[in-house]
Each structure stands twice: as structure tokens, then as C-alpha cells.
């Protein structure tokens, strides 16, 4: 029989790279695609079975997750190796360099991002898939750490709040080798910039390198409440808080080694635990939107137009804050008809 709280673990991990040409996400100010990959990004998981339950938890090197990517992750892994879908948690490191999956760029010839959004599902799924199939009895360990002076609150620089803790968790095997660990920290992922068209899982990506190359095994990274948090760069200027431009792959490595190696000192002196029960939960909550404005095809093809001539004419910066306004009658339209009622079903979850 085996014993009550028995903990068994396993971690995979799948490249999610995307191909060249595909436009990346999270800057309005980018209008080109991008132009070749300085670090791939990867899907890492971790799976905690007690016997009882399941625990599947997912990073993804990615700016956001969609619900329809999560839903057919879900479904994949359910039907594959049967973990329920309300056990499965699919997070973003919020990577400002990776694949524009939602649309919401300003790049107006791209090519492959169709193609990549319908294989992303499978190779996200993939990355549990394998963690399952890896379960082997385990032990955990969990600490808290801090890590100061990389961020700053970009609307109130020298008093707004921040978050410098860094929690980690690491799960072993009973032999000592490390099958894999996680990584909290808040921070926005925009070390790099708008200037910036190579894809990168910015310092997160570090921040998982560093901790598998000392302890091995995977390393998720999970983002905290970041909405009002940047890296505090050496280019970073106060007065520009929000101009990323500044940043550097050197700045997004040492960022992310110095996070990486605090959440190894704190699991290097954390007490293992062996008696482990899972529980997860999730609720789903109806959130009313705000009052938008609409737009008819009309006004948005005037603007487009207007856009595209100025781009023509090589009038960058004025077409940077034409297309930032066509960008967002488009995505307020798309939300109008996404949620014709005014409510949006957004889901809280959680893992013990």
C-alpha cells in the first residue's frame, strides 16, 4: 500500500520557438518582424501526484496565454495521461521578445504566425506529457529569498511599491538529484526593448538557465504581480522610466543570474519534507468591462489607410502614434464582440 502522502514528481520541457518572420509582442513601437532568435524559448513543466491528486504546473516563455491555448492544452494532457483539467496551471513569464500570439502589433506583413499558434497547444501539451510519463518518488523543499535594486514601480519611481521577494521550490528525488524547481519573482520581462527584434525569454530566461545549470532538473520561472514593475537597468533613467530601449542581453543576464542564485541559496539551506498532500483549486469570476466605444469598419480602414501612407512616406514617428491608435480601435472592437453582454469570465487558480 502506499504510504499516506507519498510524494511522486516528474518535469519536461519542449522548445516553443517561433519561427523567423513571425512578429513579436508586447512593444506598439515595433513595426518590423523578427530577425533571428538569441535564446530559444521552452515550455517547462512540473507535475506533483500524492496519490490523491495532481498537480500540474506549467511556464511558458511566452508574453501571455490565451484561454483558448489553455483549454486545448488541458484537453490534450486529460485525454493523454488523464490529469483533470482543473489541475492544470498554464502561466507566461511575460517575455516583451517572444511571439505576438494575440495579434495586438503593429507589424503589418508577417509570415508563420498562423502556423505556429495552431502547433503551440501540442508542444505546450508536450511539456506535461512528459513530465507525467517522469513521476518518481520525491521529496520537496521551499524558502523565501530577497533580491534588491533590479526594479523600479514605472508610475511612482521613487515611492510606488514593490515586490523584491523570491520564493522558491524545489522538488528531488529520494536519491538527491533535482527532477525540478520554480522560481517566483515580480518584475515586467522588459529588460529589452522595442529596439530589440531577436527572440528572447528576456531575464527570465536566465533566471531558469541559471538555476538548472547549479541544481539541474527543470526550472520554472513564475511571474508575480508585475503590472507596474521594470527592471531597474544601469540605462534605466528615472525621468524615462518606460524608455526599455536602455536594456541589454548583458543587463537581462545579470538580472537573472542574480534572482537565479538567491533561489539557490534558499533551496541549498531549505529542510526537506517527504509528507506532501496536493489540493487545487479553481474559481471562475464575471468581471464587468468597462463602458467601450465603437468603431465602424469604416473609421478603422480610414486609419489604416492613413497609416500605411505615412509609413510610405517614411514618417515613422508619426505613423507610430497613428498605428498605436488603429491597434486599439481594432482590439476594442474585438473585445466588444468577444463579450457582447459587457462581462468577462476571468479564472483565479490555485495549488497547495
Known amino acids: ?74 484537453k490534450l ?9 482543473d489541475s492544470i496551471l498554464i502561466s507566461a513569464v511575460h517575455t516583451h521578445s517572444g511571439p505576438s500570439i494575440l495579434g495586438f502589433h ?23 506529457i512528459e513530465a507525467c510519463r517522469e513521476l518518481r518518488k520525491a521529496e520537496v523543499r521551499w524558502g523565501k529569498g530577497r533580491v534588491d535594486g533590479w526594479t523600479i514601480n514605472r508610475r511612482k519611481p521613487l515611492e510606488g511599491p514593490l515586490d523584491n521577494e523570491v520564493i522558491a521550490l524545489s522538488v528531488n528525488a529520494r ?33 531558469s538557465r541559471t538555476v538548472e545549470r ?52 534558499v533551496l541549498c539551506s531549505a529542510s526537506s519534507r517527504l509528507d506532501v498532500k496536493v489540493a487545487t483549486a479553481k474559481k471562475c469570476l464575471e468581471l464587468r468591462v468597462r463602458r467601450l466605444p465603437e468603431f465602424s469598419e469604416e473609421e478603422i480602414e480610414e486609419i489604416k489607410v492613413r497609416y500605411r501612407d505615412l509609413l510610405r512616406r517614411g514618417k515613422a ?14 482590439f476594442t472592437r474585438r473585445l466588444r464582440e468577444e463579450f457582447p453582454g459587457g462581462i468577462i469570465k476571468t479564472e483565479i487558480q490555485a495549488i497547495r
Open 214 to 265: 547549479l541544481l539541474g532538473g527543470e526550472c520554472l520561472f513564475m511571474n508575480g504581480a508585475c503590472g507596474d514593475v521594470n527592471p531597474m537597468t544601469p540605462g534605466t533613467r528615472i525621468e524615462r522610466v518606460y524608455d526599455r530601449s536602455v536594456g541589454t542581453f548583458k543587463d537581462a543576464e545579470m538580472m537573472g543570474v542574480a534572482i537565479g542564485c538567491e533561489a539557490v541559496k
Open 175 to 207: 536519491e538527491g538529484r533535482c527532477i525540478g524547481s520554480l522560481v517566483n519573482f515580480t518584475c515586467h520581462a522588459v529588460v529589452l526593448g522595442h529596439n530589440n527584434l531577436l527572440v528572447s525569454a528576456d531575464y527570465p530566461g536566465y533566471v
Open 1 to 74: 500500500m502506499r504510504p499516506l502522502g507519498e510524494l511522486e514528481a516528474g518535469a519536461g520541457r519542449a522548445c516553443i520557438t517561433p519561427p523567423l518572420g513571425v512578429p513579436l509582442g508586447g512593444y506598439a513601437a515595433r513595426i518590423e518582424t523578427s530577425r533571428g532568435v538569441h535564446d530559444d524559448l521552452y515550455s517547462r513543466a512540473l507535475v506533483l501526484y500524492d496519490g490523491d491528486n495532481y498537480a500540474a504546473l506549467v511556464s511558458t516563455e511566452l508574453l501571455y496565454v490565451t484561454r483558448k491555448l489553455v483549454e486545448s492544452v488541458r
Open 77 to 85: 494532457v486529460e485525454e493523454e495521461v488523464g490529469i483533470p483539467r
Open 106 to 128: 503593429l507589424v503589418e506583413e508577417y509570415r508563420f504566425l498562423d502556423d505556429y499558434i495552431s502547433l503551440l497547444p501540442g508542444l505546450v501539451a508536450s511539456s506535461l
Open 317 to 330: 514617428d508619426e505613423a507610430l502614434k497613428v498605428g498605436w491608435r488603429l491597434r486599439t480601435m481594432e
